[in-house]
């Protein structure tokens, strides 16, 4: 179990809100105005959880910010996230591994239980997270289902680095398979309320449509 003493830490995987980049399924339904207008909305829901959970986080970009140059300052908060620090993750390299360095810096840094999110939930609330971090007081893994078959929430109290390989990312099999790396590695773990995420234009009008 972690100590008690050694603080939570939050992983945002995020992009940018620029036009184009990004919601890709969702720009195929509704446009690529449309589809970053949704974004943005998103991005709002999910920095008002981050900022009412009140856990330390680090904002994960997918690509460095425009403009951003070698002597940025990734302690300077980018505009959707105030108050938190930003990091560019790995180029070129599978979600994975991405989510898997992320977690090793944050437990080489002094977390005890860290947890990696993404912004397309918009059923994710401070409650839950902060019920993700209670969770890992007892178990080893605490799990956020998406009703399509992958995660919206990943934490874990020491790195299990299993959890990150043999995956088809973006797939109905990345649950169940990641529960299964967990059952076989004999990890306790919790599993929070199902949710949906929001990938494509179908999606948004279940969101709107309050399902």
């Not at 810096?105 to 971090?133: H, Y």
Request: one cysteine or more; charged letters at 15%.
């Amino acid at each position: 179990m972690p100590d008690a003493a050694l603080p939570p830490h939050l992983l945002v995987f995020a992009r940018e809100p620029v036009l184009g980049r990004g919601k890709t399924r969702l720009a195929a339904g509704i446009g690529a105005a449309a589809a970053l207008a949704v974004y943005r909305e998103l991005l709002a829901l999910t920095a008002a959880a981050v900022a009412g959970a009140q856990v330390p986080a680090t904002v994960w970009l997918a690509e460095a910010p425009a403009g951003a140059g070698a002597g940025t300052d990734p302690h300077q908060p980018r505009p959707e996230w105030p108050g938190h620090p930003w990091r560019v993750q790995p180029a070129a390299a599978p979600l994975g591994a991405r989510m898997a360095q992320a977690f090793a810096e944050a437990f080489a840094a002094g977390a005890g239980r860290v947890a990696v999110i993404g912004t397309d939930c918009p059923g994710l609330s401070a409650a839950l997270l902060r019920q993700a971090f209670d969770q890992l007081q007892t178990h080893d893994v605490v799990v956020g289902p998406a009703d399509d078959g992958g995660y919206y929430l990943l934490g874990m109290n020491r790195l299990h680095p299993k959890l990150f390989a043999n995956k088809a990312w973006s797939t109905a099999t990345v649950l169940p398979d990641t529960l299964a790396d967990a059952a076989r590695l004999g990890l306790r773990v919790a599993q929070l309320p199902v949710l949906h995420d929001i990938d494509s234009a179908e999606d948004l009008a279940r969101w709107r449509a309050g399902e």
